[in-house]
């Protein structure tokens, strides 16, 4: 890859995160100030790519052992107390075990260098995303390569949680249906070609994180109808039909494997936010994570080896994560600044998160990261497409 110097400080990078958009989740926050609006469906030229990974830290971390799993859950990993002691080491360190001394591989992510994208291998497919436009979040959509970046949604309500379909026809979200209040969100589906707008649910409470079953017939997500509680729930993929899958505490942002098999989903039922994956039944739910502060957005790997996810203090040090669903061994794939919200490619080896405002890629092992958008407003809450 072709390098260009480029000088940006720290002190710039924290800057252009510092403004914050609301959301039903927290993830998603409010920007205050008035910024220029994202432009209209009009391709844009690709952008110069941000980065090339010069320093992979690992640390060793001694674990402070928490209260144990119900019986009925899969063993899961300490929670890691904050010692390290950093080393530099040449490729990134994958656990080795999970129930005593645990390493976990940072891949530290350099921007003094300016990079053309990868020469091989590079990412494929469309990205679905929230970008704001000065008043208010939309839907946009973007090629992988950051060429033709476009805008589906006009309105002055916000817009959430994009998800494509599988047959990549369709992008199901979240739309506010009461301006100011975060607990009336229903969910919409619009072409990709944004002609089309079609309501899903009519429920008036807080649905949220959709996503498509892997042949199109149905749509997991979230709401808070019933109880008032964040559950998750599937429908089919026209709206009929909801069902219930969760009824202990508070449940998020449920992700499809790609086989079909598994769906994963944050959940507070144990007191701290971690993941858990079910089958699409709602049968054993089985706990994955037992980590500090994670967020709620997933995704799995192509392979379905992998989850992605996120975790750390909001808005100021918040890295991104892949956990072996089996092993349970952990590898960050930042560390520095505030990221969430990672989303992965369906075609090879490829995760997209938000980040400074914008939305990074970087392969799954988290090397060759650049940056995508490059936006004058605020990015987040990517989803890949075919």
């Known amino acids: 890859m072709r390098k260009r110097k480029l000088n940006i400080t720290v002190a710039i990078l924290i800057a252009s995160f510092a403004v914050a958009c609301s959301a039903p989740s927290e993830e998603a926050q409010q920007i205050v100030a008035v910024i220029p609006t994202v432009p209209t469906a009009t391709p844009e030229p690709v952008l110069d790519r ?20 119900l019986p009925s859950m899969t063993p899961v990993p300490p929670t890691v107390a904050p010692t390290q002691t950093p080393f530099q080491t040449a490729t990134p360190i994958i656990l080795a075990s999970v129930t005593a001394t645990t390493v976990v591989a940072q891949t530290a992510v350099s ?23 000065g008043l208010d979040d939309e839907i946009c959509v973007i090629d992988s390569d950051g060429s033709n970046q476009r805008r589906l949604t006009f309105n002055d309500v916000e817009d959430y949680y994009p998800s494509f379909s599988n047959d990549g026809e369709w992008i199901t979200f979240a739309r506010q249906m009461v301006d100011g209040s975060s607990d009336y969100f229903e969910l919409f589906k619009i072409s990709i070609d944004g002609s089309k707008v079609i309501p899903l649910t009519t ?130 794939l930042t560390n520095d600044g505030a990221n969430a919200g990672p989303g992965t490619s369906r075609y090879g080896e490829w995760v997209a998160w938000q980040t400074g405002g914008d939305i990074w890629l970087a392969r799954q092992d988290g090397s060759d990261a650049f940056n995508l958008t490059n936006s004058t407003t605020f990015d987040y809450q990517p989803r890949w497409g075919p």
Request: hydrophobic fraction near 35%; aromatic fraction near 12%; proline fraction near 5%.
């Open 50 to 69: 941000v980065v090339s990974v010069e320093v992979t830290l690992a640390m060793e971390q001694t674990p402070t052992l928490t209260a144990p799993p």
């Open 111 to 133: 921007a003094t260098e300016v990079t053309d994208f990868p020469l091989s291998d590079d990412p494929a497919g469309l990205i679905a995303y929230v970008c704001y436009d």
């Open 203 to 332: 429920n008036g409470s807080k649905n949220a994180s959709p996503a498509y079953s892997w042949d199109d017939t149905q749509i997991v997500y979230t709401s808070k109808f019933g109880d008032w509680r964040h559950q998750i729930w599937m429908m089919e993929a026209n709206g009929n039909n909801p069902v219930q899958l969760t009824f202990e505490g508070n449940n998020f942002d449920p992700a499809w494997s790609f086989d079909g098999e598994w769906i994963s989903f944050a959940s507070d039922r144990t007191g701290e936010r971690q993941l858990w994956k079910m089958r699409p039944d709602g049968s054993e739910q089985q706990q994955i994570t037992d980590v500090r502060k994670l967020g709620g957005r997933n995704d799995w790997s192509a392979d379905d080896r992998y989850l992605f996810f996120y975790a750390g203090v909001r808005n100021v040090d918040r890295q991104i994560y892949r956990v072996d669903v089996e092993s349970r061994e952990i590898l960050a």
